[in-house]
């Protein structure tokens, strides 16, 4: 479990370095723009790294149920796991309503994906991480909004951007759907 919560320190921990704008540019103008934003990313894929395995780890040794969810939880995660994934389709470069609607598509993946996963699973390894990652989508969103940046522009009409973020959306999440057993290591029916 502890290399789990030392992989989340860094991975969110490092993401929330960008809602710190003056300590991240007082950094780039100490390292440069190309050094920052290579130790950004070496310290957000160790971080990532141990997340996977951390968890994966926890999932086969200290595995801790605290509460078993009730079926239509698993249905429910199954329904917001589609918007999840649309969200992330459609944070394309092209202006779209959906992408107006949501302003940051990205955090609003996250937060949906995060609490579709807390509502289907009730152990504590699952708690840790998917509240981890909803707690810094909610504080990430609110730091943004403070800083004014209110996100893509609203458009009153769809686009062919929309058309796209919905296809592609539904075409990863049927993949996911598929592939979930194998990538995650966990079913998601049966």
Do not use: C
């Not at 389709?89 to 092209?94: I, L, P």
């Amino acid at each position: 479990m502890s290399i789990l919560i030392l992989g989340l320190v860094l991975f969110l921990g490092m993401h929330s370095l960008s809602t710190q704008r003056a300590r991240r540019e007082a950094l780039i103008s100490q390292w440069g723009e190309s050094v920052y934003k290579a130790i950004y990313s070496i310290v957000s894929l160790i971080g990532f790294v141990l997340i996977v395995y951390g968890f994966s780890t926890y999932r086969e040794q200290d595995y801790v149920v605290i509460w078993s969810p009730p079926v239509w939880t698993r249905h429910l995660a199954l329904t917001l796991m589609w918007f999840a994934f649309v969200a992330l389709a459609s944070m394309g470069s092209k202006p779209s309503r959906l992408r107006g609607w949501l302003r940051d598509p990205m955090l609003v993946a996250i937060k949906i994906w995060a609490l579709a996963h807390l509502l289907a699973n009730g152990d504590l390894g699952g708690m840790i991480l998917f509240g981890s990652f909803l707690a810094w989508a909610v504080f990430d969103r609110i730091s943004v909004k403070r800083r004014g940046d209110m996100g893509a522009e609203r458009l009153s009409h769809f686009t062919r951007a929309d058309g796209v973020a919905l296809v592609a959306g539904s075409l990863a999440y049927g993949l996911m759907l598929v592939l979930h057993p194998w990538i995650i290591g966990v079913a998601i029916f049966g």
